[in-house]
């Protein structure tokens, strides 16, 4: 069975600190994965996602990035924290088959930027 | 751009009875919805996948419905237990992937 892994699990960084997020597939290979933020008080947000190797996709302008380095590895990075970075973020991961794609989210990983 | 509003907001029942949790969304061109919980701190799990072409899916206590035409999907829980206390969200699959999500349904089923 498929099973997402995300750590570190809870994170407190100080402002202009650097970030790294790393979440891993088991199970499926070639997934989709992406990254997604909830801030409190506000909806799920997707920032990144990768349809394979080195292909990576943003959705809105921000102070982060993401790579792919393996096939079910997806690390999301800052290189100086800002407050506005805290929140939850969480990875997912989906397989596109037979017309049907479904979404397996990861734990999350609580950042909280002081 | 698609936009997705989950009624109500919050809901506190007593254990046993019959809910409905509404989402609407406003582009109707679709692939699937799916349903998700979500626990206090925690991830979220997939309840319920509706396929466009499909008018509803069930899983146990829970059903799904699905108009795509008039941008509305029902989450229907019978019987609520209090481990069904949790948020509930739903999201709209207009693109491969990218979920937009609601805002949420935070439900309390009390004992």
């Known amino acids: 069975s498929q099973t997402i892994h995300q750590w570190p699990a809870t994170l407190v960084q100080p402002v202009g600190s650097p970030l790294s997020l790393e979440c891993t597939v088991e199970?499926?290979?070639?997934?989709?994965l992406y990254w997604y933020r909830q801030a409190a008080g506000r909806g799920l947000q997707l920032l990144f996602y990768s349809i394979g190797i080195d292909q990576i996709s943003s959705e809105v302008p921000q102070n982060l990035s993401a790579s792919r380095p393996q096939d079910r590895q997806f690390i999301l990075s800052s290189k100086k924290l800002l407050l506005s970075d805290s929140g939850f973020y969480l990875c997912?991961?989906?397989?596109?088959?037979?017309?049907?794609?479904?979404?397996?989210f990861g734990e999350g990983s609580r950042l909280t930027v002081l | 751009k698609q936009e997705v509003t989950q009624i109500p907001a919050a809901l506190s029942v007593p254990e046993g009875e019959n809910l409905v949790l509404n989402c609407s969304f406003t582009?109707?061109?679709?692939?699937?919805l799916q349903w998700f919980r979500q626990d206090p701190g925690k991830g979220l799990t997939s309840l319920l996948l509706i396929q466009s072409s499909q008018r509803e899916q069930t899983s146990g206590r829970l059903n799904a419905s699905l108009d795509k035409s008039s941008g509305r999907s029902t989450l229907y829980i019978a019987a609520s237990q209090p481990g069904d206390s949790a948020t509930y969200l739903c999201a709209p699959n207009s693109n491969t992937g990218k979920l937009i999500f609601g805002q949420g349904t935070t439900l309390q089923v009390k004992p």
């Open positions: 199970g499926t290979s070639n997934p989709n």
């Open positions: 997912a991961w989906s397989v596109y088959g037979g017309g049907v794609e479904e979404l397996f």
């Open positions: 582009d109707s061109a679709i692939y699937n």
